[in-house]
């Protein structure tokens, strides 16, 4: 399962009038005993909210006031997760007769008062925003949105935002529902949000929810699939200019080369421009040539020490399951038998987790022919070749167990020895452009094992530097 968060809008999405409808709230249940979980995300007034919604217990977190405030139905927690605008401002809005209410956070207005307001604001020199959902009127500290209170209730549930579905209807819906994964807008959503949204259902409200819940869902959007698939990142440029990108949802890749060739640079760019849209990855390092991801944001970078695979891999998950971070685990001080039984608990304690959140995206195991050697190992044992989103990195791929080896589908490769003598996938008259220069690529597509199409490319520049086998 790829989509583990429903986050839905509250009026004209899942509430009309003000009111969930019995049938809706009963198709939510039906997503719920699917293992997702919901969120509720709202630009209404905390105390208001409380006083419409007789289901907020119903939700497992709440946003509300436009993601100024996050409730926690369980434990009864609220949240405000900014300053209130100050007194002065309230003041001046009365006396310029501009009609408002105040939540914990929020003051509501509606049009078309937007002007003085903004008037005030500057007057005031106030670092405060304006947004519009129909015609109301919301004025917030800078910075916050739905989309704003959308991490940070994901945050708390360990879910990435590429595993949530999102629903809406209005303006003040852009901003979370560019974020999420997938982005659905009812049939009754404003014309500039139906524009944008990866779906439009064909019934308004509550009903296009269950619409969706009854339809699509029920096998994870799979239909849909060829939205995620156009979702990509770039890893270099051909020599006319044009990107050569890969979807994020592509088929398994190898990246091989010789020694030297430019493997864990192509490598550290596959990685670096995954976690700069925000995709979880955990890299499996046996030599500890990726430390320098530790620099780069977004990267925690763990090492594991001889006995200690079970806790690390204990830690791992735990980390997993809370922050939705990408991880680099370093074994360059382990043998190789070690290695090999600290990625098979790795894999593990992975799998346990993408099973309950999606997350991580890819797994990128370097020198795979390390802990993949042909004959089999506990590292294999641990390894599925049907999992998805797996990229395996290795200068020998013959060294690597045919069974995993064979679950990519793509390759990568840094030199043509690789593919026309390790490998034998193409000949040498066949590929484009003669000999590789140096930060250049090959981008090799197979089908039923064969090569179905190549492209060359210059690889895009790294963003941390590579530290080449730091230990021996």
């Known amino acids: 399962m790829w989509f583990h968060v429903l986050a839905c809008d509250y009026d004209g999405t899942l509430a009309t009038k003000g009111k969930i409808a019995p049938e809706t709230l009963a198709a939510l249940q039906r997503?719920?005993?699917?293992?997702r979980r919901i969120l509720l995300i709202t630009g209404r007034q905390f105390e208001d909210l409380l006083a419409?919604?007789?289901?907020?217990?119903?939700?497992?977190?709440?946003?509300?006031?436009?993601?100024?405030?996050?409730?926690?139905?369980?434990?009864?927690l609220i949240e405000d997760l900014i300053e209130p605008p100050p007194a002065q401002l309230l003041e001046r809005l009365r006396q310029a007769g501009v009609p408002f209410s105040t939540g914990r956070i929020i003051v509501s207005s509606l049009v078309p008062h937007?002007?003085?307001?903004?008037?005030?604001?500057?007057?005031?020199?106030l670092e405060l925003q304006i947004i519009f959902n129909k015609e109301a009127v919301m004025v917030l500290p800078s910075g916050i949105s739905k989309d704003s209170g959308l991490l940070q209730?994901?945050?708390?549930?360990?879910?990435?935002?590429?595993?949530?579905?999102?629903?809406?209807?209005?303006?003040?819906d852009h901003a979370f529902l560019r974020r999420v994964g997938f982005a659905?807008?009812?049939?009754?959503?404003?014309?500039?949000?139906?524009?944008?949204?990866?779906?439009?259902?064909a019934q308004p409200n509550g009903t296009g929810v269950r619409e969706v819940i009854d339809g699509p869902l029920l096998n994870d959007l799979e239909e849909h699939r060829s939205r995620l698939w156009a979702r990509t990142i770039e890893i270099g440029r051909r020599d006319d200019g044009t990107a050569v990108a890969y979807p994020v949802f592509g088929a398994n890749l190898l990246i091989t080369g010789t020694p030297g060739s430019g493997t864990s640079t192509l490598t550290g760019v596959f990685v670096e421009r995954l976690v700069r849209e925000d995709y979880v990855i955990c890299l499996i390092d046996p030599e500890g040539d990726h430390r320098t991801l530790a620099e780069r944001a977004g990267i925690l970078m763990l090492s594991s020490a001889a006995g200690a695979a079970e806790s690390r891999a204990e830690e791992i998950e735990q980390l997993l399951r809370h922050h939705p971070?990408?991880?680099?685990?370093?074994l360059s001080a382990l043998d190789r038998e070690g290695?090999?039984?600290?990625?098979?608990?790795?894999?593990?304690?992975?799998?346990?987790?993408?099973?309950?959140?999606?997350?991580?995206?890819?797994?990128?195991?370097?020198?795979?022919?390390?802990v993949f050697p042909p004959g089999g190992s506990p590292a294999q044992d641990m390894f599925d070749p049907k999992w998805a989103g797996v990229c395996l990195v290795s200068n020998e791929p013959g060294l690597v167990a045919p069974e995993v080896l064979a679950s990519a589908r793509h390759v990568f490769t840094t030199s043509i020895s690789a593919v026309t003598e390790t490998m034998t996938l193409l000949k040498p008259e066949d590929l484009p452009g003669g000999p590789l220069e140096t930060g250049e690529a090959l981008s090799i597509a197979l089908r039923d094992g064969a090569p179905a199409g190549v492209d060359r490319f210059r690889v895009t520049r790294r963003e941390a530097m590579h530290e080449r086998h730091v230990k021996p």
């Open 31 to 35: 997503a719920r005993e699917s293992g």
């Open 52 to 76: 419409v919604c007789a289901e907020i217990d119903f939700f497992d977190l709440v946003v509300a006031e436009n993601g100024a405030v996050l409730y926690d139905p369980r434990s009864q």
């Open 114 to 125: 937007e002007t003085t307001i903004l008037a005030i604001i500057r007057e005031l020199g």
């Open 153 to 172: 209730a994901l945050r708390k549930m360990g879910i990435s935002a590429h595993n949530a579905i999102g629903f809406g209807d209005g303006e003040n």
């Open 184 to 201: 659905v807008a009812v049939a009754n959503a404003v014309p500039s949000l139906a524009a944008e949204a990866d779906l439009v259902t």
């Open 325 to 330: 971070t990408s991880i680099a685990i370093d």
């Open 339 to 370: 290695r090999i039984r600290a990625t098979a608990r790795y894999l593990g304690a992975i799998q346990r987790r993408r099973a309950e959140t999606g997350a991580p995206h890819w797994v990128i195991i370097d020198e795979a022919h390390q």
